[in-house]
């Protein structure tokens, strides 16, 4: 956002073993520019909590899951291990499937309710690292 970082993104990870999840979001930029880009993402962040997604990205994003599924199901060596996941957590593929029907199933609603709910950048820790005395006060 506004020319300050050299790119970002997010990634997120869910366990299968508890309820626990961790969503990571960050930022590259140069030590000057540390501190606009924080503040960047602080007001991505807020816009995101109070704004929701639209049922575009919605649409989208339930297609990307579906598929990104989809496609690692048709590797034998990444279905073995999705298989054997299953078998660990004592699942079946049925587990799956339930699990890519409430994906599916989901509405605009309930995921921006579960938005607003859930992401509190607010209260978050942030994580600076770079040359601190390049770092524009």
């Known amino acids: 956002k506004d020319g300050v970082s050299y790119g ?7 366990s299968s073993r ?3 999840s ?9 030590p000057e520019n540390l501190l606009p880009s924080e503040k960047a993402v602080l007001e991505e962040l807020t ?3 109070e704004q929701g997604i639209t049922s ?18 048709a590797d034998d060596a990444r279905l073995s ?25 989901a509405t605009l609603a ?3 309710s579960y938005i607003k709910k859930t992401i509190a950048p ?5 994580v600076l690292a770079g040359d601190q005395a390049k770092v524009k006060k």
């Open 8 to 14: 970002g993104g997010s990634s997120l990870g869910v």
């Open 110 to 112: 309930q995921v921006n």
């Open 22 to 30: 961790m969503w990571q979001v960050y930022a590259i930029a140069a």
């Open 47 to 49: 816009r995101f909590q």
């Open 56 to 73: 575009e990205e919605l649409a989208k994003a339930k297609a990307g899951i579906i598929k990104s599924k989809r496609v690692a199901w």
């Open 122 to 126: 607010k209260v978050w820790g942030f």
């Open 81 to 105: 291990g999705v298989i054997a996941a299953q078998v660990e957590y004592q699942r079946t593929m049925a587990f799956s499937a339930n699990v890519e029907s409430q994906i599916a199933a």
């Open 18 to 20: 508890t309820r626990a």
